[in-house]
C-alpha cells in the first residue's frame, strides 16, 4: 500500500456498504473538523462529538483492517492464529509495534515509552470484570482502576488494571506525542 496514510485509505472506504463505510463517510463529512488523521486522532475527535460505542468499534475495525494490509510479518508463512490478531489489534490502538515470535521471552507489543505482554484468553473471570465495573460506577470522571493484591506480598508487587479504553483516553495523548517525535 505505500505511503497511503489511514485517512486516505478510510477515505477512499467511503463506497462500502459495511460499518467501515458509514464510518468513513461520517468522517469524510466532518472533515473540516478533524486536525489529527491518525486513527488516535480521529478517535479522540469521535469521543469528544459524542460518538457512541458503534462507531468507536467500527474504527478500531477500519484502523485493525488498514493496518493488516500494511503489515510486512516476517511470519507470513505460520496461520494468522487469534493471539496474533489480538497483538497486532493493541499495537495499533498504542502505536506500539508487535514484535512477532522471535523464539525469545521479551514483551509482545513495544512503543516508544512502554512494553506490553498481552494475554489473550477466551473467558476472563467474572470476578476481574465485575472489579472493573465497580471501580468504573464510582469513578466519574477520575481513572477506574482495579488494583490485584496477593496476600503475604508486598504492595509494590500489586498489579494494577484497567480497560484499554481508559488508558487510550487518559493516556493517549502520550501515546501520540511519544511516536510523533
Not at 473467558?123 to 464510582?138: E, H, I, M, S
Not at 503475604?152 to 508487587?157: A, C, E, S
Amino acid at each position: 500500500m505505500g505511503e497511503k496514510t489511514f485517512y486516505m485509505w478510510l477515505r477512499q472506504q467511503r463506497w462500502r456498504s459495511d460499518k467501515i463505510g458509514d464510518l468513513a463517510r461520517d468522517i469524510w463529512g466532518d472533515r473540516r473538523n478533524i486536525r489529527d488523521h491518525s486513527p488516535t486522532g480521529i478517535r479522540f475527535h469521535m469521543i469528544a462529538a459524542g460518538a457512541y460505542d458503534g462507531a468507536l468499534r467500527a474504527l478500531n475495525a477500519a484502523a485493525a483492517e488498514y493496518y493488516r494490509l500494511e503489515l510486512d510479518d516476517e511470519d507470513d508463512d505460520m496461520p494468522d492464529a487469534t493471539w496474533k490478531q489480538v497483538d497486532r489489534a493493541v499495537a495499533e490502538r498504542l502505536n506500539g509495534k508487535r514484535q512477532g515470535a522471535t523464539g525469545r521471552t521479551g514483551p509482545d507489543v513495544i512503543g516508544s515509552w512502554f512494553v506490553a505482554e498481552i494475554k489473550h484468553r477466551k473467558r476472563l473471570p467474572v470476578w476481574l470484570k465485575d472489579a472493573l465495573t465497580q471501580a468504573n460506577g464510582g469513578a466519574g470522571d477520575r481513572l477506574p482502576l482495579v488494583i490485584l493484591h496477593e496476600t503475604g506480598q508486598r504492595h509494590d508487587n500489586d498489579l494494577v488494571m484497567m480497560r484499554l479504553a481508559d488508558f487510550e483516553n487518559w493516556f493517549g495523548d502520550e501515546v501520540s506525542d511519544a511516536t510523533a517525535g
